[in-house]
């Protein structure tokens, strides 16, 4: 669902979107501003075939750029750099640098390399003390033959297995790296007191606009992506993000994740994605506009980017709202006390009057939000995570 936020971001700018999916039927092809829809012959997981239904609409005279929505349209179009450039223009890492990335014991040694703190991170064959709160989580963004010798070229595949454990208790390494494909990693819990979205689009090391929103809700109670958040703004969220990403001259889009030690206050770096993030339409509201950004970079035109944003915007994705109540009967962590349900509700729907803006749920596009419940309610899962292609047009939006 994320990439709505893209397709209309573009469409009110006047720009035509294509919009693909290997489903039939989504959400998406509903709504007022995607202007063609579009079924891919292959699905992401099918790598080969998928980046060439991907070559197949880049090849097509009104295509110009690509958004790399999916953690595997960004490793394809590094892959097959020269393939995709020969047909658009794109705004994403290099091979090389999204390894780093996508790669968490190389990006936390690159972190390292920078002076940027961040939550200690270690192969989980490497640890023999279990001393402290852990987390165990997959060790890349995205499993490929690049990375793990048990896939093949045609292959791609997502861990989200995460494990927390506290000081003294031993996992059962074996039985972990069986469940998750390879050999995860071991990272520190921190015991936090804000946790920050820091949002970008780089241009060879040098930021193109920035923004940051404090996350108030997870999907989960546990911990998640944020389905309620503000639009704000910390200058040593700034200071440690500019750092790390002008280390690795980052190019593309972008979001890293912090969280604030309580008993230190360092702003200590957890993650990073080189792709569209979840909480996009929580920066398009508060008027950081990055698929435009991006549109604009990749047809040469930085300078008429314009990197302000404004600060204290509330916004929801309903639907998590309803996963992090139901995740109060449901998720367990070692570390946290669980919520009172009723005390939650009450939150919920006192911030939904506060901040009535809604990731999906808008006036002007009813249809998108009336497919996705119709869908939702006619299957466990729709599935469907699209991409976004944008072709320059003078045409309005339909």
Excluded at 77 to 93: G, H
Excluded at 131 to 155: C, E, F, G, H, P
Excluded at 248 to 273: I, P, Q, S
Excluded at 366 to 395: C, H, K, M, N, W
Aim: proline content about 5%; some cysteine; overall charge negative.
């Amino acid at each position: 669902m994320k990439s709505y936020a893209c397709m209309r971001s573009l469409a009110e700018r006047g720009v035509r979107t294509v919009v693909a999916s290997e489903h039939e039927r989504i959400p998406h092809f509903s709504s007022r501003y995607c202007s063609e829809q579009v079924q891919l012959s292959a699905a992401p997981e099918e790598l080969t075939a998928y980046r060439d239904a991907l070559l197949d609409i880049a090849a097509r005279s009104d295509i110009e750029t690509i958004l790399p929505i999916r953690e595997c349209d960004t490793y394809l179009f590094a892959k097959y750099r020269d393939r995709f450039e020969e047909y658009v223009s794109l705004v994403t890492p290099d091979l090389d640098t999204l390894g780093k990335a996508q790669d968490r014991i190389r990006l936390s040694e690159e972190a390292r390399r920078a002076g940027v703190p961040q939550a200690r991170t270690r192969r989980l064959s490497d640890v023999d003390e279990w001393d402290s709160d852990v987390v165990i989580k997959s060790r890349y963004n995205l499993l490929t033959s690049d990375y793990v010798d048990s896939l093949s070229a045609d292959d791609a595949e997502e861990s989200r297995s995460v494990r927390f454990l506290e000081a003294g208790e031993e996992p059962d390494p074996a039985a972990i790296r069986a469940e998750m494909a390879h050999d995860p990693i071991v990272q520190d819990y921190i015991h936090e007191s804000d946790r920050y979205l820091y949002c970008g689009l780089w241009d060879h090391g040098e930021p193109l606009a920035t923004c940051q929103h404090k996350q108030i809700r997870s999907n989960s109670w546990v911990g998640g992506g944020a389905v309620y958040r503000v639009s704000a703004y910390s200058q040593g969220v700034e200071r440690v993000a500019n750092r790390l990403l002008s280390h690795l001259d980052w190019h593309g889009l972008v979001c890293a994740e912090y969280a604030r030690d309580e008993e230190t206050g360092e702003w200590k770096f957890l993650e990073l994605n080189p792709r569209v993030w979840q909480s996009l339409p929580a920066a398009t509201r508060a008027n950081a506009d990055f698929p435009y950004y991006y549109w604009l970079r990749a047809r040469g035109e930085p300078e008429a980017i314009d990197p302000t944003y404004e600060t204290g915007v509330g916004t929801h994705m309903a639907y998590g709202e309803l996963s992090h109540l139901s995740s109060i009967r449901s998720d367990d962590s070692p570390f946290l006390d669980r919520p009172a349900f009723g005390e939650t509700l009450f939150e919920v729907a006192a911030s939904c009057l506060r901040d009535p803006r809604f990731d999906y749920i808008r006036l002007d596009d009813p249809r998108l939000f009336l497919s996705a419940i119709r869908d939702a309610l006619a299957a466990e899962d729709s599935g469907g995570r699209q991409y976004v292609a944008g072709a320059a047009t003078d045409e309005p939006p339909a």
